[in-house]
Nanobody
Framework: QVQLVESGGGLVQAGGSLRLSCAAS????????VGWFRQAPGKEREFVAA????????YYADSVKGRFTISRDNAKNTVYLQMNSLKPEDTAVYYC????????????????????WGQGTQVTVSS
């Protein structure tokens, strides 16, 4: 079992930045791929970014490419999502998720791939 806890959400003005953290406990986190997803009110959960456990390959949704950066610190069992140039449309609950076996670009972008989820953290971007 892997337990995930997100933090770092909050209220920020458009153009601002936030850094989300996803702290893991339980199994060896470095062996897991990690993804960030978000869900806005009335909308489906959507992929934001992911990082593989081998070689740290990263993937991004087109809507955040160039603005968001995913990274991991295996020594701290933590994955980060640095979000810059935030827009009101980035407002959502952000979730991190982990999976032991996902490695392909296709798998990493699908919520159903992931076995473990955090409780989410709210990000609100005001205009």
């Amino acid at each position: 079992q892997v337990q995930l806890v997100e933090s770092g959400g909050g209220l920020v003005q458009a153009g601002g930045s936030l850094r989300l953290s996803c702290a893991a406990s339980g199994r060896t986190f470095s062996n897991y791929a990690v993804g960030w997803f978000r869900q806005a009110p009335g909308k489906e959960r959507e992929f934001v970014a992911a990082i593989t456990w081998t070689r740290g390959y990263t993937y991004y949704a087109d809507s955040v490419k160039g603005r968001f950066t995913i990274s991991r610190d295996n020594a701290k069992n933590t994955v980060y999502l640095q979000m810059n140039s935030l827009k009101p449309e980035d407002t959502a609950v952000y979730y991190c998720a982990a999976d032991r076996w996902a490695s392909s670009d296709y798998e990493l972008k699908i919520a159903a791939t992931y076995d473990y989820w955090g409780q989410g953290t709210q990000v609100t971007v005001s205009s």
